[in-house]
């Protein structure tokens, strides 16, 4: 999948609290061979939302992929919080951070963040490759669910990445 536009969004009830986990489990190992702590700040009670489980798993582990491989040491948090009519999901890590320049086209295709990478490798981080393509899908994929994507960062300091999407099955 290159284009999220492309992609048909087929909305059921999802537990949220699940699919999250689902994609810790899916990084356990790559987060204990960096020695990186993931923690997840779980609601008291499980939350469900109206939207597509599949298109939905697959943003969770974009940002939470993209959050690990960004971060040399440290720690990740992913935090979910339930609103009036929405959800709040941040995925935040102790990583090496964007430039706010680089925050401006981060969602764009095909594009990296040179600035911030480029000041990383000044500091000794190992840059990961990438193809630029991850972050564009999912803003597509959350826009055609009704959400939308905020980005926080300090370079040397880490990023935060969070998204909402409505509660309530759309009328």
């Known amino acids: 999948m290159v284009d999220a536009q492309s992609v048909k969004i087929s909305p059921q009830k999802v537990h949220l609290n699940q699919l999250i986990e689902k994609s810790i489990s899916g990084q356990t190992q790559i987060s204990r061979k960096k020695k990186l702590e993931i923690v997840f700040d779980r609601p008291e009670s499980e939350i469900t939302i109206f939207a597509d489980p599949v298109r939905l798993q697959e943003v969770i582990d974009n940002l939470l992929s993209n959050a690990i491989k960004y971060t040399p040491h440290g720690y990740v948090r992913i935090d979910l919080r339930k609103k009036t009519d929405k959800i709040i999901v941040s995925v935040e890590d102790s990583g090496i951070g964007i430039s706010a320049n680089d925050i401006k086209n981060i969602s764009k295709k095909f594009f990296r963040a040179k600035d911030s990478l480029a000041e990383a490798e000044k500091k000794g981080f190992t840059v990961p490759s990438g193809t630029g393509l991850g972050l564009y899908v999912v803003k597509g994929l959350l826009e055609e669910m009704g ?25």
């Open 147 to 171: 959400g939308k994507l905020k980005v926080q960062s300090i370079i040397g300091k880490g990023s935060t990445f969070a998204f909402e999407l409505p509660i309530n099955k759309p009328a």
